[in-house]
């Protein structure tokens, strides 16, 4: 049985693009319409409701993008690691999220020094094995992921990203309830391609096609046989659905001008390791 977790979401109050951490986000033309974020925010929380019980965390104005709650830290059980932010634009959001780890009893791992780590949104449970898979190349730190290993107890694959467009993990690769993964293959390098490719077999990888990576699709939120993205293309749909998924489209262009999107607007707070062969 796959647990529904409560979610975390902060509302886009102070959301803007109004500095440049990666190639989506341009503040001279990607002005952010904030009653139009609202209402998609608003949308996609609604939705995710139906199944989940959401949990708001307070924005707090200078930090726009703090409505990326994937980037708070990472869950397991009981332990909470918080994010160390690469740039200097977000460092000052981490102690709002250590507050919030803090105020509902997380047993706090803090990274061991000058290791930058953005939370889940570098770090995906698999749904069908004991394993974490992290990213790295563009924020996350590779030489923490031993350490990550050991807090955590379980197997970390490092999986190395190549596209800047595809800076996060969360952007290009979305472990589903099932096992399987949906996942965008050239924004890894060779080698981690092959490290998913011994993993995962064929027949439980959707690979998706670059216009459907660029829309944000492996950005996905998966609850259960649900997966709210975006959008999909007729193809993408035809694949998700075939195996089994109901998929849910909740459009979020306003938070694109930033780089992110529905997976990166949430962070699950209960989080397991699946049992081996799960
Ligand atoms: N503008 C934010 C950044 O570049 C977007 C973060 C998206 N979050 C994610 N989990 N992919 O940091």
């Avoid at 332990?79 to 105020?103: C, D, L, M, N």
Wanted: hydrophobic share 40%; charged share 20%.
């Amino acid at each position: 049985m796959i647990r529904t977790s409560p979610i975390l979401m902060c509302p886009p109050r102070h959301f803007e693009v109004s500095y440049s951490i990666n190639p989506w986000m341009d503040p001279g033309h990607g002005v952010v319409d904030r009653d139009r974020a609202l209402a998609q925010w608003q949308a996609l929380r609604d939705l995710l409701a139906q199944w989940s019980p959401i949990v708001e965390l307070e924005p707090v104005p200078g930090f726009p993008d703090m409505v990326f709650t994937a980037n708070a830290g990472l869950v397991l059980g009981r332990k909470a690691v918080v994010s160390r932010f690469y740039h200097e634009e977000r460092k000052g959001e981490s102690p709002y999220f250590q507050h919030f780890f803090e105020s509902r009893h997380f047993e706090i791992h803090p990274l061991p020094d000058a290791i930058y780590f953005e939370g889940a949104g570098d770090a995906l449970f698999d749904r069908g094995a004991p394993r974490l898979w992290a990213g790295s190349g563009w924020r996350t730190d590779r030489s923490g992921h031993g350490w990550l290993a050991r807090t955590l107890g379980c197997e970390v694959v490092g999986l190395e990203l190549v596209d800047p467009r595809f800076y996060h993990l969360d952007t290009c690769f979305c472990p589903l309830s099932d096992g399987s993964l949906l996942y965008y293959p050239a924004a890894f390098s060779e080698n981690s391609q092959s490290l998913i490719a011994e993993r995962i077999p064929a027949t439980r990888r959707v690979a998706v096609e670059t216009q459907d990576a660029l829309a944000f699709s492996c950005n996905a939120v998966n609850i259960d046989r649900a997966v709210v993205l975006h959008a999909a293309s007729p193809a993408l749909r035809e694949a998700l659905e075939h195996r089994g998924f109901s998929v849910q489209v909740s459009p979020l262009d306003e938070f694109l001008k930033a780089g992110g999107s529905a997976k990166c607007l949430t962070l699950k707070l209960e989080e397991e390791l699946a049992s081996p062969g799960g």
